[in-house]
């Protein structure tokens, strides 16, 4: 069996006390007190690395604590299984799908490989993402509620690939999706559960100011001029030229610095050239911290967003963009592109400002900058906002209220 | 002084269905009011209250602030704004008044109503699941114990979400106050506190305040 243990180093239900209550704390058992003695199955593709093990080796522990029964299964495959399904991913996300047909035989012999091997009769199965999405056909007969989780954007899915993979998600009971704007018209019910972060992680948790002062004098950023900073990869569709541009606009009028931090110049062959583009736009301005950051620099992009002044997200494209909901839990000013999950976490004027265009997002970033109390205010609306709607404890009530759901008599 | 009945403690937690409606102008948005489903009137406008409860200078509900936000019609949404769930006994009500602005604005500028907005509407719908607490209050003393206690959902559920349930311009507590308790005086005050200017807790504070003047006048 392949039960996947999660970390050892987690959080218990009572550590979120300071942050979200022990009312809250006290709904959440009352709620998973009804599905005592129920069992969960999670089934994904990977154990480490990525946001949807991220958020199932913090929320596998704090289900368990409430006592229900829930395990997570990982499904195994060969190089060629993932090099498939790393083409599904891209192409689900509207890029072209080169691979030949045998490709989808190769996701079928997995589907069937890891049926033999995973056992599943739990009460309610979750299925996330596209990689395992056809082992709805290992499903019992009343073998309980199965629902697909789907962590991406499938709002413009590349036709021949959606075509294979929609007859298996059209058998779940049910499919979650991180935003309206990601689903499609489906004939089952579909949910909707944001994205989480954990506030006790090592990139959320509150930090002693003096890492924060020690950060920045590491990358020689001054902490007393403003600072605009993008956390993001090296990616064309996070634009960070158009960034640097925005910056320029904002530059003439306010002296403030650039972060512009995040990492996949290493692994991507693309993030070299994009780093490169980044570079040559920044030209000599000392003002402009481009920082090509390891995975591991969870602390240095948690003080990074902490001593920001103003954070930026100007994609051209975004998944829900958990970046933005860190910025947000940090108390920051947000100026981020109305795309993907965004506009669900800054609500124009009320918990960031939105923005569509280089211009735009110079405008809002100098409009920031000159009334500080109206940032501020932001700020603290947007902490609120996330507290209430994005944290690893909501995304557990969400889950808790769905079990709960599924068990009412129709 | 005891109640003819216990104020029961409950809280609710919504499951958040995505319909296969959508707008992307004004015109698609009057359209989606008239056809969509109570519940998903109920998600963009009870709901929405209470989800953003912490918004307390000008966010109304779901409709209003993307008509402002991504239709950029300030004009449209302070009158969608303006729409003050208090006022509303019924969905189809409060769905007719809704419709009818939208369509009166639309009316008088087809060319406005048809220009495609930033981003899409997407109607939603939310699915209750309530869940007795299992503590009550006989008496003023133990509501004001317990309703210290409480948690957001269950606040919501008594104060905002309660309103359309009992089919009166009136919430739980207000009621209990009233009816079982026989201070009418107290409930009429609690119902008055403003639900568009006050977050959760600021409402609780008020409403814990009240009592207390009650308890110690």
Not at chain 1, 120 to 134: E, G, K, R, S, V
Not at chain 1, 135 to 144: C, H, Q, T
Not at chain 1, 393 to 402: G, K, Y
Not at chain 2, 100 to 111: C, T
């Amino acid at each position: 069996m392949s039960q996947t243990q999660v970390s050892a180093l987690v959080n218990t239900l009572d550590d979120y006390d300071s942050i979200i209550g022990s009312a809250e704390i006290a709904e959440l058992r009352t709620l998973a007190a009804r599905l005592r003695g129920r069992t969960v199955q999670m089934v994904n593709s990977t154990a480490i690395g990525g946001g949807v093990a991220e958020i199932l080796n913090r929320m596998v522990p704090l289900m368990q604590e409430l006592e229900i029964g829930v395990r997570w299964d990982v499904i195994t495959g060969g190089e060629e299984f993932f090099a498939v399904t790393k083409a599904f991913h891209n192409a689900l996300h509207g890029e072209g799908y080169h691979l030949p047909d045998e490709s989808f035989k190769t996701v079928l012999a997995n589907a069937e490989q890891n049926r033999a091997r995973l056992h599943f009769d739990c009460d309610f199965t979750m299925i996330h993402d596209p990689q395992p999405a056809a082992l709805i056909d290992a499903r019992p007969k009343n073998g309980g509620h199965w629902t697909w989780r789907c962590h991406i954007d499938l709002s413009q899915p590349n036709q021949k690939v959606w075509n294979f993979l929609a007859p298996f998600v059209n058998r779940y009971d049910s499919a979650i999706f991180s935003s309206p704007a990601f689903s499609r018209r489906l004939p089952i019910p579909q949910y909707l559960f944001y994205p989480s972060i954990d506030p006790l992680s090592e990139k959320n948790r509150e930090l002693d100011p003096e890492i924060v002062d020690q950060t920045l004098a590491r990358f020689d950023i001054d902490a007393n001029r403003p600072i605009v900073t993008q956390i993001s990869r090296f990616d064309r569709l996070k634009d960070p030229v158009g960034v640097v541009r925005a910056y320029h606009i904002v530059k003439r009028y306010t002296d403030c610095q650039l972060v512009l931090a995040g990492g996949g110049a290493s692994d991507d062959p693309e993030g070299d050239a994009v780093l490169a583009e980044v570079r040559e736009a920044a030209g000599k301005d000392r003002d402009i911290h481009i920082l090509d950051l390891p995975p591991s620099a969870a602390t240095e992009i948690n003080a990074l967003q902490r001593a920001s002044t103003i954070i930026v997200q100007k994609s051209l494209r975004e998944g829900f963009g958990l970046t933005v909901t860190e910025g947000l839990w940090k108390k920051k000013p947000v100026v981020a592109s109305a795309v993907g999950g965004i506009p669900s976490q800054v609500i124009h004027k009320h918990t960031g400002m939105l923005a569509h265009s280089i211009e735009g997002t110079a405008y809002q970033i100098r409009f920031l900058l000159s009334n500080p109390a109206i940032a501020q205010k932001l700020g603290e609306n947007g902490h609120e906002h996330v507290r209430e709607h994005f944290l690893i404890t909501s995304d557990v009530r969400r889950h808790l209220t769905l079990f709960l759901h599924f068990l009412r008599p129709n | 002084m005891k109640a003819t009945e216990p104020f029961q403690f409950a809280t609710a937690s919504y499951l958040v269905r995505i319909g296969n409606q959508v707008a992307t102008n004004l015109v698609e948005l009057e359209q989606g009011l008239a056809n969509c489903s109570d519940a998903s009137i109920f998600y963009h406008t009870f709901q929405s209250l209470g989800r953003h409860h912490f918004l307390t200078e000008g966010f109304s509900n779901d409709f209003a602030q993307w008509v402002l936000g991504s239709c950029n019609r300030p004009a449209l949404a302070e009158q969608m704004a303006s729409v003050d769930i208090r006022d509303y006994v019924s969905l189809a009500e409060l769905r007719n008044d809704l419709r009818r602005v939208v369509g009166d604005y639309s009316h008088a500028d087809a060319v406005t109503a048809s220009q495609a907005a930033f981003e899409p509407f997407f109607f939603c719908e939310t699915l209750e699941e309530n869940v007795p607490l299992g503590r009550e209050a006989w008496t003023l003393d133990e509501f004001h114990d317990a309703l210290k206690d409480l948690a957001h959902g269950s606040l919501q559920f008594h104060f905002i979400t309660s309103r359309l349930r009992l089919h009166l311009r009136t919430n739980d507590f207000s009621r209990w106050l009233a009816r079982d308790l026989g201070l009418i005086e107290l409930g009429r005050k609690v119902d008055q506190i403003d639900i568009y200017t006050a977050t959760l807790d600021s409402a609780r504070s008020t409403i814990l305040h009240l009592v207390e003047r009650e308890l110690y006048q």
